[in-house]
């Protein structure tokens, strides 16, 4: 048994998303506030996470990008809002994948279109990697694939992603194939 100095308590900063690492984690966080999973609201989880955000036309060659903000601390994400809605999706996914894993190693990340050139860094392919995760979980996707339709057009319908995005999570969950 130990006393806390009220003091104490209220200086210490609370955890920052230390059990909140991978895309299954993001899931259950959903689940668990009752935001749409299926397919996953990705707006709203950015919102549960304090990210602020916002849709400003930009160059389309420009997806989007997350700061700090050096006043207030505050993480601000602006998406590109002339792109495709399902662009769009891939795009927050993609920076909530900064905001939780890489926000130590850098307070800024501005996006380009993604899988262009391959990708430059660790950071950059991480995200990838995590915003596919989270927006077509493996699970759901095989599931579909198997009861539902493995043409790349439904796939991508479903989970509300571009065509590109699902060729890739496509192949790198094994599948291979005329369609996906
Ligand atoms: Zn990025």
Known sequence: MAFIKRSERKSRKPPEFEDLTTPEDLIALA???????????????????????????????????????????NWIMTVN????????????????????????????????????????NWMEAEANQFAAALLMPEKYF?????????????VAKYFQVSSMAVRIRAKNLGYEGHNL
């Open 31 to 73: 689940e668990k506030k009752g935001l749409e999973t299926n397919p996953v609201s990705v707006s709203e989880l950015a919102s549960e996470l304090g990210i602020s955000v916002r849709f400003e036309p930009m160059p389309d060659d420009d997806s989007g990008s997350l700061k700090k903000e050096r006043k207030t601390g």
């Open 81 to 120: 809002s002339l792109h495709h809605p399902h662009r769009q999706r891939f795009t927050i996914a993609h920076e909530i994948a900064h905001r939780i894993r890489h926000a130590a190693n850098s307070d800024s990340f501005e996006d380009k279109t993604f899988f262009r050139n391959g990708e430059s």
């Open 142 to 154: 095989n599931y579909f694939i198997e009861n539902e339709s493995s043409t790349v057009e439904d």
